[in-house]
């Protein structure tokens, strides 16, 4: 059973910044595909970033590419989102998600684990 806790979330102004962290339990971290999905309000979730079980492969949606960034630290069991030139479309909360498969994936079926969300708010 993978445990997956997410952090870094808040109120940061457009155009601003914000530094996600997902912290995995268990020893398999480096061997699970990643991702980064997001719900805004009265919206469906939707796919934001996936990663490959070395980091090699990144993936992202055309609505975050050139200003989000996903990396892991896997001997530190952390996945990460950098995200930058934030604007009020990225409000919602950002949900982290692990999977066995061995490629990175945007479907959220694919993926066996999620954690409990964080909220990221950008004001205009």
């Known amino acids: 059973q993978v445990q997956l806790v997410e952090s870094g979330g808040g109120l940061v102004q457009a155009g601003g910044s914000l530094r996600l962290s997902c912290a995995a339990s268990?020893?398999?971290?480096?061997?699970?595909?990643m991702g980064w999905f997001r719900q805004a309000p009265g919206k469906e979730r939707e796919f934001v970033a996936a990663?490959?079980?070395?980091?090699?492969?990144?993936d992202y949606a055309d609505s975050v590419k050139g200003r989000f960034t996903i990396s892991r630290d896997n001997a530190k069991n952390t996945l990460f989102l950098q995200m930058n030139s934030l604007s009020p479309a990225d409000t919602a909360v950002y949900y982290c998600?692990?999977?066995?498969?061995?490629?990175?994936?945007?479907?959220?079926?694919?993926?066996?684990?999620w954690g409990q969300g964080t909220q990221v708010t950008v004001s205009s």
């Open positions: 268990g020893p398999t971290f480096s061997t699970l595909t």
């Open positions: 998600a692990a999977r066995s498969g061995l490629s990175a994936s945007r479907t959220q079926k694919d993926f066996n684990y």
């Open positions: 990663i490959s079980r070395l980091g090699g492969i990144t």
